[in-house]
C-alpha cells in the first residue's frame, strides 16, 4: 500500500489501493478532556457513573452517567446504611450522556452512594451532603 500525503489538507490521507484507484481516509481528532467531537469519547464501549457536581453540595447535584447502547436504567439514592432513600431515574434510556440533577433539600446532612444500575452490571459512588 503506497501512502500519498496532500500538503493542503493534512488530516486526510490518500492510498493506493488498486493501480487505478486512490481511498481518500479523513481523521477526526477528539478532545478527550472535553468530550468534544461526540457524547463520551473516553468510556469507549463501557458505561460509566462520574463524580457528582458539585461534591460536597448543598441540596442539589448533578449525576452524569454514560450509556454506550440503549438500555434499561435505575439511577437510586442510598444512605450510608445501604437504605434506598430515592430512585431519580428508572426505564428504557437511549445511550449517549446524561444527566440527573438530585434535589436533596429534605434529607440530612452526611455521605450517600448513588448507584447506575443497568443490565451490564451496577457502579456506586460516595456523595456528601453539607447543610
Known amino acids: 500500500v503506497e501512502v500519498k ?15 487505478d484507484s ?13 468530550g468534544i467531537g461526540s457524547a463520551g469519547p473516553q468510556y469507549a464501549n463501557a458505561f460509566a457513573l462520574e463524580q457528582n457536581y458539585p461534591n460536597p453540595f448543598n441540596a442539589q447535584t448533578i449525576i452524569k452517567y ?20 430515592e430512585t431519580l431515574e428508572s426505564g428504557y434510556i437511549r445511550s449517549g450522556e446524561h444527566r440527573v440533577a438530585w434535589n436533596a433539600a429534605d434529607y440530612a446532612s452526611g455521605i450517600y452512594v448513588y448507584k447506575l444500575i443497568t ?5 456506586s459512588r460516595k456523595c456528601m451532603l453539607i447543610k
Do not use: H, N
Not at 500525503?5 to 489501493?17: C, E, F, I, N, S
Open 5 to 19: 500525503k496532500d500538503k493542503y489538507a493534512p488530516r486526510d490521507t490518500l492510498l493506493q489501493v488498486w493501480p
Open 22 to 34: 486512490l481511498l481518500s481516509i479523513s481523521l477526526q481528532l477528539l478532545d478527550s478532556t472535553s
Open 66 to 85: 454514560y450509556l454506550p447502547v440503549s438500555d434499561f436504567v435505575e439511577v437510586a439514592i442510598y444512605d450510608i446504611t445501604g437504605r434506598k432513600m
Open 119 to 123: 443490565s451490564e452490571g451496577t457502579v
